[in-house]
């Protein structure tokens, strides 16, 4: 087994000979030469500061360099403010001249409460602006609470008060049409009306739940609330078209129509 004396033991002949190495383990207890080397160069802290300063023209000062931020980033974040607090004040200027979400649907809750004081008390004088305000809530609250107490008596009459509500909205649109000729008359400001004078109609189906109206006392409660009816409407339709002296002649058709609501009411 060769052993390594110096230098060039791990050639086989020298570097010359065939350029191939000896891999040789050397045996336990032999010294072995390492070469060392001088550091003679001394040593010298790094300086950066004149990395950075050598470079100017990169905008490079250091590691902090307070030149680099401007007061144009902070005038333009001041205007982006300015901006947003205008945009902020002219939407909730917007938001203030909007109407309410009630009166944008149609629905006015004063002119709902005033036509039914109106149907309550027929000897009550009205605005001729608010009966001709073509209003829809009120007549499908009290069709649809007529239908469901009506159910609770196991009626289910839905489709009759739909049917003779809409023949009958037609029917006085078209007699209202000839009669009236000094004002406009509207299919809903008809359809307002007829609706809001079922009312008597709903206190007689409530009625009807707690006591039998089917005998004699069923047929005076049903004509009073036939008349009732017929007096509120004639009254209104009256006063929104200005109908002088024909509140009597729109009472009869009033009275029919309502009294095939209280057929249905009763039987």
């Known amino acids: 087994m060769a ?8 050639y086989a002949s ?25 550091n003679t160069q ?30 144009n980033s902070f005038a333009q974040e001041k ?3 300015q901006a947003g607090a205008a945009g902020g004040a002219s939407s909730g200027n917007e938001f203030d001249d909007e109407p309410p979400l009630l009166e944008e649907l149609g629905i006015n809750p ?7 004081l109106a149907v309550l008390n027929p000897l009550r004088g009205t605005d001729q602006q608010i009966l001709q305000d073509t209003d829809m809530a009120g007549p499908l609250v009290f069709c649809l609470t007529l239908g469901g107490i009506l159910l609770l008596s196991g009626k289910v009459t839905f489709s009759y008060i739909y049917g003779i509500g809409v023949m009958g909205c037609i029917f006085f649109y078209c007699l209202l049409s000839l009669m009236v000729t000094r004002s406009q008359v509207t299919f809903g400001a008809v359809a307002s009306v007829l609706g809001y004078c079922l009312l008597p109609m709903v206190v ?12 004699t006392l069923g047929l005076i409660v049903s004509g009073i609330a036939i008349f009732w009816c017929a007096i509120s409407a004639s009254k209104l339709f009256a006063t929104a078209f200005s109908m002088d002296h024909q509140q009597l002649l729109i009472a009869y058709p009033c009275a029919v129509l ?5 057929l249905i009411t009763i039987y």
């Open 3 to 10: 052993q390594f004396g110096g230098p060039n033991d791990f």
């Open 14 to 38: 020298g570097p010359s000979a065939d350029a191939s190495y000896n891999f040789d383990v050397p045996e336990f207890g032999q010294e072995l030469n390492f070469q060392t080397f001088d």
């Open 42 to 71: 001394p040593t010298v802290p790094p300086n950066y500061d004149v990395a950075y300063t050598n470079a100017p023209n990169q905008g490079l000062g250091g590691f902090y360099d307070p030149t680099a931020y401007t007061d």
């Open 79 to 81: 205007s982006f403010k």
């Open 110 to 116: 004063n002119h709902i409460f005033q036509k039914t």
């Open 204 to 215: 007689l189906s409530g009625i009807n739940i707690l006591i039998t109206i089917q005998g």
């Open 258 to 262: 309502y009294g095939g609501f209280a």
